[in-house]
């Protein structure tokens, strides 16, 4: 697969490929189909960069797990921390359409409706990481954020975009956690 994003990423070391990954994490690849069907499911078109990856591998843990904010958050002053990349499907615990997936947090945490939610954090719900299309509209690129339930809700701006955010995920040791 000729990648059109993550051209000079290197993926060394960049997904945990421990057997909870794989049990609620790692769906099968996803095809055509099955981005249409999640895409309808959701009413947004899931950009093409996180599609990409998702090509590469579809959804897991991520030992890249941190990623820099200017914003104090629940979690820390400089920081919002990452367990997983959530997966396109509807298989695993934690795809996109699975049990604790994008709509379970929008309809059973109260999440905001404003896009789908991608990406998981360590403190069991009380904050994600989010797709924003609030700006773009529904077809739109969406810009990564953190919605942080424990501040009421509170959006924090990480990255203009899916590549972005991906490519400034950083080692939990490059920030002073004590």
């Known amino acids: 697969m000729e990648l059109k994003f993550f051209k000079d990423f290197d993926f060394t070391d ?12 790692i769906e099968g690849y996803p095809d055509d189909e099955m981005i249409v069907s999640i895409e309808n499911e959701l009413g947004y078109k899931l950009p093409a960069s996180y599609i990409e990856l998702m090509k ?3 959804g897991g843990l991520i030992e890249k797990n941190c990623f820099p904010t200017t914003e104090v958050n629940s979690w820390a002053e400089d920081h ?16 996109i359409c699975g049990e604790l997936g994008s709509k379970f947090m929008i309809d059973e945490w109260g999440y905001p409706s404003i896009g789908v939610y991608i990406a998981d954090c360590p403190s069991a719900g009380h904050d994600m990481i ?25 959006k924090t701006f990480l990255a ?3 590549e972005a955010f991906i490519k400034g995920l ?9």
Do not use: M
């Open 170 to 178: 950083k080692n939990e040791e490059e920030f002073n956690l004590y």
């Open 130 to 154: 989010l797709l924003d299309y609030s700006k773009c509209g529904k077809d739109g690129e969406p810009k990564v954020v953190h919605i942080d339930q424990e501040n009421n809700y509170k």
């Open 80 to 95: 919002v921390a990452i367990t997983g990349i959530i997966g396109i499907g509807r298989e695993k615990t934690y795809s």
């Open 160 to 162: 203009k975009d899916f």
């Open 56 to 58: 590469i591998q579809n």
């Open 14 to 25: 960049f997904w945990n490929e421990s057997s909870y990954s794989v049990r609620d994490y």
